[in-house]
């Protein structure tokens, strides 16, 4: 179950050093990732005792929730009766994708074995979109369920073809075998071995179907001519296992491993040619990320000021943080925070972006753990707060506002500072601290205990009132407490599981529910059993407001830029472009910012003005936290011409309204609507740059033929 907050292990030993306490802090946090109102405000209650756990929101106001150990699909929209379970014969095979508001999944049924099925978050809405392999034992479909050009892309095992890719729409018609690698019932890839991604344009997987070489990397476009082993990276017969893939300006990077350099930093476009080697950081067989045990390094590629962050070890300096640009020359190591061949225990993961800046924890032995920031250069890269100057002391356990996505980072509280705990060394107590990255304003909030430092099962949410968390404070286990950055406005909000000893083991779910904040608890009722609450209150922040969206020609490229105001709850600002104005593709992204305040922000589409078409169109898809999606105005682009304004058909033929967007104006357009006989029906009038207007036909009489007129007022 993912939680937006990290958990940190009860039962710390007080006898190890701090740089042991790290190693266990750091591995806590390694496993946490990979599994990835007024002082007197109340929660409330909405399932008891079913153990209810998170698989994925739906975008329409519902979470979509796994039943622990049963493994049955239940449903919420944060109330009570909006809480219940979809089907009774269902087991949930922990695989799955969305697909247009719907998900779309692996379960097993006792007449179909698992299967493919797909669900609305309703009891009707959720049915069997395939039997793939007919039968009681099922397909078994499986391996990451990514989205290409409106399918979901899947693994799935028949009788004729073993395990292959297949991709759906979720229709029977639409569900189709992608390609067969290996002819016959020998497959492709073990399950879950494919390791699927798909940057929007192609997707990259691992095969094993090329009879001379391991697991390595496939590229297809969708279609079975275009799915092909793309780079043998290491040859041989041997894997190169690719995996942790990035999309990084116009190219993927991702690690891979070959006999003479070891596991390193590989970079594709997604052609042959240009599937290389960035750099091979610890020269030589010897990897620079280390994938065994005890303290394997998390691969993540860390997008943070137009270049990506991460961490390896370059056999000299020991495990720290690494930049690149996708480049060899622009790959090296920031800081070797840790001198030695030590490492510092940076975990980017759990680092907080504010102000230009990341910030995070590391140690080195004669400062201890301490926070540090980074502007993702080399001079930039410092200890930015020294808690306790001099001392090999406490731990800072930073709170970032965590999104499970390509863009790493949600805002912090209110855009203006995060939260940190301080564990103090030898047992001596928890404290809340804030930062606004400044060293004066990175202050203590309220000791939370003073007993022993360890903080219980942490786990937390940002919303528009403050802070709300678990933490152990001593005298009440793991139980809810909430803080608006103030010492008295810092308190244990509810006792949900009171004289147990054991706290109420609150998670949170890392997005709203239906404008709610939902999270499991125990009220202590039954040993085994959790159950699901929300906290009362209007605390989810609201949804971006766009002010202006504008795209001009600078040269050969287009540049767009746009304001926004009130945007707390906006996860990203998704480009799409359009060659006839209806059809739209994603080509890039950008993360919001999710202050209160206007911010401001820019896109560049490279080399369009070389396309050789004569007028592009641009939109704007802002997408929310708690799923909801909205589509901004389309603004036109003309990269060649004539000066005259221009009016575009969007969608021909018409049957219940009339679709145009008027551009290359400033003055009115009247829009005037004939039959076949020259008459005039309708008439409508554009009034500004960029207008799309819908104009209903209402009733005027059914023809197969009108004419759309319009003058320029001017």
Same mark, same amino acid.
């Given at each position: 179950m993912i939680a937006v907050g990290l958990i940190v292990p009860k039962g710390e030993n007080t006898n190890h050093s701090n740089q042991q306490r790290m190693q266990r802090i750091f591995l806590f946090l390694l496993l946490s990732f990979s599994l990835t109102a007024s002082v007197q405000a109340q929660v409330t209650q909405i399932s008891s005792?079913?153990?209810?756990?998170?698989?994925?929101?739906?975008?329409?106001?519902?979470?979509?929730?796994?039943?622990?150990?049963?493994?049955?699909?239940?449903?919420?929209?944060?109330?009570?009766?909006?809480?219940?379970?979809?089907?009774?014969?269902?087991?949930?095979?922990?695989?799955?994708?969305?697909?247009?508001?719907?998900?779309?999944?692996?379960?097993?049924?006792?007449?179909?074995?698992?299967?493919?099925?797909?669900?609305?978050?309703?009891?009707?809405?959720?049915?069997?979109?395939?039997?793939?392999?007919?039968?009681?034992?099922?397909?078994?479909?499986?391996?990451?369920?990514?989205?290409?050009?409106?399918?979901?892309?899947?693994?799935?095992?028949?009788?004729?073809?073993?395990?292959?890719?297949?991709?759906?729409?979720?229709?029977?018609?639409?569900?189709?075998?992608?390609?067969?690698?290996?002819?016959?019932?020998?497959?492709?890839?073990?399950?879950?071995?494919?390791?699927?991604?798909?940057?929007?344009?192609?997707?990259?997987?691992?095969?094993?179907?090329?009879?001379?070489?391991?697991? $390595? #990397?496939? !590229?297809?476009? @969708? &279609?079975?001519? /275009? +799915?092909?082993?793309?780079?043998? *990276?290491?040859?041989?017969? %041997? =894997?190169?296992?690719?995996?942790?893939?990035?999309?990084?300006?116009?190219?993927?990077?991702?690690?891979?491993?070959?006999?003479?350099?070891?596991? $390193? #930093?590989? !970079?594709?476009? @997604? &052609?042959?040619? /240009? +599937?290389?080697?960035?750099?091979? *950081?610890?020269?030589?067989? %010897? =990897?620079?990320?280390?994938?065994?045990?005890?303290?394997?390094?998390?691969?993540?590629?860390?997008?943070?000021?137009?270049?990506?962050?991460?961490?390896?070890?370059?056999?000299?300096? @020991?495990?720290?943080?690494? +930049?690149?640009?996708?480049?060899?020359?622009?790959?090296?190591?920031?800081?070797?925070?840790?001198?030695?061949?030590?490492?510092?225990?940076?975990?980017?993961?759990?680092?907080?972006?504010?102000?230009?800046?990341?910030?995070?924890?590391?140690?080195?032995?004669?400062?201890?753990?301490?926070?540090?920031?980074?502007?993702?250069t080399t001079a930039g890269t410092k200890l930015f707060k020294e808690i306790l100057p001099g001392l090999d002391g406490g731990i800072p356990f930073l709170m970032p506002n965590f999104k499970f996505s390509s863009a790493s980072g949600w805002p912090v509280h209110q855009g203006s500072f995060f939260y940190f705990m301080f564990g103090l060394p030898a047992d001596g107590g928890v404290e809340l601290w804030k930062s606004d990255g400044t060293d004066a304003g990175t202050v203590k909030v309220k000791v939370i205990k003073t007993s022993d430092s360890d903080f219980g099962n942490l786990s937390y949410v940002y919303t528009t009132a403050g802070l709300y968390f678990s933490v152990d404070d001593g005298a009440h286990s793991d139980e809810l407490w909430k803080s608006d950055g103030t010492q008295a406005g810092t308190s244990l909000v509810i006792d949900l599981n009171p004289n147990s000893g054991e706290g109420s083991d609150i998670s949170f779910f890392p997005i709203p529910v239906n404008n709610k904040y939902v999270f499991t608890a125990t009220n202590g009722d039954n040993a085994f059993m959790w159950d699901l609450y929300h906290l009362d209150g209007d605390l989810v922040p609201l949804p971006v407001k766009l002010q202006n969206f504008t795209a001009v020609l600078t040269g050969a490229d287009a540049q767009l830029r746009w304001l926004t105001a009130s945007e707390e709850n906006t996860l990203e600002f998704v480009v799409e472009r359009s060659e006839d104005g209806a059809r739209f593709s994603r080509i890039g992204a950008i993360a919001a910012a999710g202050t209160a305040t206007q911010q401001s922000y820019s896109f560049r589409d490279a080399g369009v003005a070389t396309s050789h078409r004569s007028i592009v169109y641009y939109r704007l898809r802002t997408k929310d936290r708690d799923g909801k999606e909205t589509l901004s105005k389309v603004v036109p682009l003309h990269l060649k011409g004539d000066a005259g304004f221009a009016v575009q058909l969007l969608g021909n033929p018409v049957q219940q309204e009339i679709r145009v967007l008027v551009s290359k104006t400033n003055a009115p357009v009247n829009l005037s609507l004939k039959d076949g006989a020259g008459r005039t029906v309708k008439t409508w009038q554009a009034k500004s740059e960029g207008s799309m207007l819908s104009l209903p036909i209402g009733n005027v009489a059914i023809a197969f033929h009108f004419c759309l007129r319009a003058k320029h007022l001017s």
């Open positions: 005792n079913k153990s209810l756990q998170l698989i994925t929101h739906l975008g329409n106001g519902k979470a979509l929730l796994e039943e622990a150990g049963m493994h049955r699909l239940w449903v919420t929209d944060g109330s009570a009766a909006g809480t219940f379970q979809l089907a009774d014969t269902l087991v949930f095979n922990n695989a799955g994708g969305l697909l247009n508001g719907q998900y779309i999944f692996a379960a097993t049924s006792p007449a179909f074995g698992s299967e493919l099925w797909i669900t609305d978050g309703t009891v009707a809405g959720t049915r069997l979109v395939k039997d793939i392999y007919p039968g009681k034992t099922g397909a078994e479909p499986q391996d990451d369920f990514v989205l290409l050009n409106g399918s979901l892309y899947f693994s799935a095992t028949t009788a004729s073809e073993g395990r292959e890719l297949w991709r759906t729409d979720g229709t029977d018609a639409g569900t189709s075998l992608l390609a067969d690698l290996v002819t016959g019932p020998g497959g492709s890839a073990l399950k879950g071995r494919y390791d699927l991604f798909s940057n929007g344009t192609f997707l990259l997987f691992n095969s094993v179907a090329n009879s001379s070489a391991g697991y $390595e #990397l496939w !590229r297809s476009d @969708g &279609t079975a001519a /275009g +799915t092909y082993l793309l780079k043998d *990276i290491n040859p041989n017969g %041997a =894997s190169s296992n690719p995996s942790s893939y990035q999309v990084y300006n116009g190219m993927v990077l991702f690690w891979a491993e070959t006999a003479a350099e070891g596991r $390193e #930093l590989w !970079r594709t476009d @997604g &052609t042959t040619g /240009g +599937t290389q080697l960035v750099k091979d *950081i610890r020269s030589g067989t %010897a =990897s620079s990320i280390n994938a065994g045990f005890p303290m394997p390094t998390i691969s993540v590629l860390y997008p943070f000021n137009n270049r990506l962050l991460f961490m390896a070890d370059d056999g000299t300096s @020991g495990e720290e943080i690494w +930049t690149t640009d996708g480049t060899e020359g622009g790959t090296y190591r920031l800081q070797d925070i840790n001198p030695g061949a030590d490492r510092s225990f940076v975990t980017l993961p759990a680092s907080v972006p504010l102000n230009g800046k990341l910030y995070f924890a590391a140690y080195k032995p004669e400062s201890g753990s301490e926070l540090w920031e980074t502007d993702g």
